[in-house]
């Protein structure tokens, strides 16, 4: 029994301490763990002979691991020497580098010395213009221009915090004005009084709506006498990654509607089987990420009706207008897909998008109050007044928010169909001439989000989406390569975002690229080497 004991007490230890190759040599782990095993089934003699083995090697671990930790100073100076460009120096990493005598940015640590504000931005500068440009980036929905004037009241209102509402009563009361606009925009019915607030994203717009969805749920059910532990929402698998971080985070099973065919969003075609009584609502998505297509609002709102109808199941409808949340009011003002539909309760959108503003805003608007649990609002008063919240994030500066009340200012409702009006011509222009040149067959077409997706046709076999992504990089155009979610992971798209900035003549501009970089590529006379994408996607 001491001797099992010993070797129990030896493996809990090895267990607590991993034995990797950056501390010990390969063959002594290897050696440990086969006595350990070998030690824990053996007895008698054969017992005693593999507690000895193992005691010998625990009492050699010691001498390897200073070898280990040998080996690891000297792979530490061939890095040093790879970085800084010298060898032969050691520096006691405890002790802060002066960045006077280095002449280095700081990489792992401040310097005892900063380098002084004009060497510092220098430096980040000149480092950041290995980013890509901004102007070229066809991958991001995110804006990135705003006007001068923009700018320079985003440095004057950085300093303000957003949730001290006491201390910044215009600010707050910016925010509110920007509520009220977002709603009308969005057809709040004459006699409801919608609610809302800023957030810093759609994500964070997503996770308040979907808490508020799986709140009035719960209450539901225990009002009912039913268990509370299942909830369930149910949307389509081409949704932005922020819902299913939402299901994961706050325990609600994914129902994820799969993609067939030529079916590449949420149709009411399939809703019925994933609906039950514990499904907390339904989102659907102005505008995909994946192809910038609207889902059908009418339709699937409609078919959730008849399920009331057919058995009493009341599901909320939740609209994720992230992008086409300021495109649609504006240039496509016949369609139905806001609080004109009686089962829409909530609407997020990203004022960071084709709100025309740097990232970070969001805005989460829901019908009326009662759709907001009074358990998800917070009161606190340590700020200076009384100040309700309903928020993930706390501080944050109050200058996103000026800036979406500016470009409402600025440019009304006409300026804003202006805007969108020639981002999406720039779109079905640019959709239409990549058409035309051949290998190419389009998934979308602009017509929806001023975004589209195109792919190849199903005989060209020498080269993929992902070559044209890269060549279109050496010339500064990122345009992202990916493929579609499961069931459908065997189409492959490039997409285009089209945002403000993006005129005619920039778009001639990558078309001539395109056809220049599509005729060598149709040059060739055999596949190109495979490689792993290094995943482009860019939401």
């Not at 960045?99 to 792992?108: A, G, K, V």
């Not at 299913?244 to 099973?253: H, L, T």
């Not at 910038?292 to 699937?300: D, L, M, V």
């Not at 084709?354 to 759709?371: E, F, K, M, N, Q």
Request: aromatic share 8%.
């Amino acid at each position: 029994m001491s001797n099992k004991a010993g070797i129990e007490e030896i493996a809990l230890s090895a267990a607590r301490t991993p034995l990797t190759t950056g501390v010990i040599p390969d063959e002594l782990r290897d050696a440990l763990r086969e006595h350990l095993a070998t030690a824990a089934t053996a007895t008698g003699d054969a017992a005693t002979n593999a507690t000895r083995d193992v005691e010998t090697a625990v009492v050699s671990a010691p001498v390897a691991i200073a070898s280990g930790l040998d080996h690891a100073s000297e792979a530490g100076a061939a890095l040093s020497k790879r970085l800084f460009g010298r060898s032969g120096e050691h520096h006691n990493y405890n002790t802060h580098l002066d960045s006077r005598t280095t002449n280095r940015p700081p990489l792992f640590l401040m310097h005892a010395e900063g380098t002084g504000h004009d060497a510092a931005y220098d430096i980040i500068s000149s480092e950041l213009c290995l980013d890509g440009s901004a102007r070229l980036n066809l991958a991001t929905f995110c804006s990135t221009q705003m006007p001068a004037l923009a700018d320079r009241l985003m440095i004057e209102t950085a300093q303000k915090n957003m949730i001290d509402k006491d201390e910044y009563p215009q600010t707050a009361e910016i925010e509110k004005r920007c509520v009220n606009i977002i709603s009308h925009l969005w057809n709040s019915p004459p006699g409801e009084e919608a609610v809302g607030c800023s957030t810093t994203g759609s994500s964070e717009a997503v996770m308040l709506a979907g808490l508020a969805m799986k709140w009035r749920w719960r209450e539901k059910m225990r009002k009912l006498g039913k268990p509370t532990d299942k909830p369930n929402l149910v949307t389509g698998a081409n949704v932005q990654v922020c819902w299913e971080k939402f299901m994961r985070y706050w325990d609600v099973e994914m129902r994820l509607v799969p993609m067939e065919g030529d079916d590449l969003c949420l149709t009411a075609a399939k809703l019925r089987d994933y609906v039950d009584e514990n499904t907390i609502g339904v989102a659907t998505v102005l505008g995909s990420t994946f192809d910038g297509r609207y889902e059908p609002f009418a339709e699937i709102a409609a078919e959730l009706d008849r399920i009331q109808e057919d058995t009493g199941l009341d599901v909320p409808l939740h609209i994720d207008a992230a992008s086409g949340g300021f495109v649609a009011p504006f240039i496509q003002p016949e369609l139905v897909w806001d609080f004109r539909i009686p089962r829409v309760c909530s609407i997020n959108a990203s004022g960071h998008k084709y709100g025309l503003v740097y990232p970070g805003v969001g805005w989460a608007i829901w019908r009326d109050a009662s759709h907001v649990p009074d358990d998800l609002v917070f009161h606190v008063n340590y700020l200076g007044g009384d100040m309700p919240t309903f928020s993930l994030n706390f501080s944050r500066p109050g200058s996103q928010v000026v800036a979406q009340y500016f470009m409402f200012t600025s440019l009304g409702f006409e300026g804003y169909k202006r805007i969108m009006q020639e981002a999406s011509d720039v779109a079905q222009y640019l959709a239409a001439e990549i058409e035309k040149i051949g290998p190419y067959r389009l998934i979308t077409r602009g017509t929806d989000l001023p975004v589209f997706a195109f792919a190849l046709q199903d005989e060209v076999t020498n080269y993929t989406v992902f070559d044209l992504s890269d060549r279109l990089r050496q010339r500064g155009w990122q345009v992202p390569a990916y493929t579609y979610p499961a069931d459908r992971e065997d189409l492959a798209v490039l997409r285009v975002v089209v945002r403000a900035g993006m005129n005619h003549d920039m778009a001639d501009l990558l078309l001539a690229d395109i056809r220049n970089h599509t005729e060598k590529l149709e040059s060739l006379t055999g596949p190109l080497p495979t490689e792993a994408a290094e995943g482009a996607f860019a939401h």
